[in-house]
């Protein structure tokens, strides 16, 4: 089992940056196509970025384009999302998740998931 663990929320001001990170532990998480997934008041889960096990590909959501960047250090057995130019419809409690199988935004295909970290935009 791989247990995820996500920290780094806060509270920041519209425009301002963070950068989240998900430690893992159980396994190297290279073998693993790593995510980041957000879910707001009210709203569904949604996927925000992905990246490839090696790190030499990643995917992002529209709304994450331009503004977001994942990375992972595969020998820390860590993910970031480092987060520029946040909204307030940035606020979401952000997971972590880990799959094995295909690259993909859909969140029933991932296999682990962190319990998230609370980000707070405010106007």
């Known amino acids: 089992q791989v247990q995820l663990v996500e920290s780094g929320g806060g509270l920041v001001q519209t425009g301002g940056s963070l950068r989240l990170s998900c430690a893992a532990s159980g396994r190297t998480i290279s073998i693993y196509i790593m995510n980041w997934f957000r879910q707001a008041p009210g709203k569904p889960r949604e996927f925000v970025a992905a990246i490839t096990r090696s790190g030499g590909n990643t995917d992002y959501a529209d709304s994450a384009k331009g503004r977001f960047t994942i990375s992972r250090d595969n020998a820390k057995n860590t993910v970031y999302l480092q987060k520029n130019g946040l909204k307030p419809e940035d606020t979401a409690v952000y997971y972590c998740?880990?799959?094995?199988?295909?690259?993909?935004?859909?969140?029933?295909?991932?296999?682990?998931w962190g319990k998230g970290t609370l980000v707070t935009v405010s106007s």
């Open positions: 998740a880990a799959t094995d199988d295909i690259m993909s935004r859909i969140a029933s295909r991932m296999r682990y």
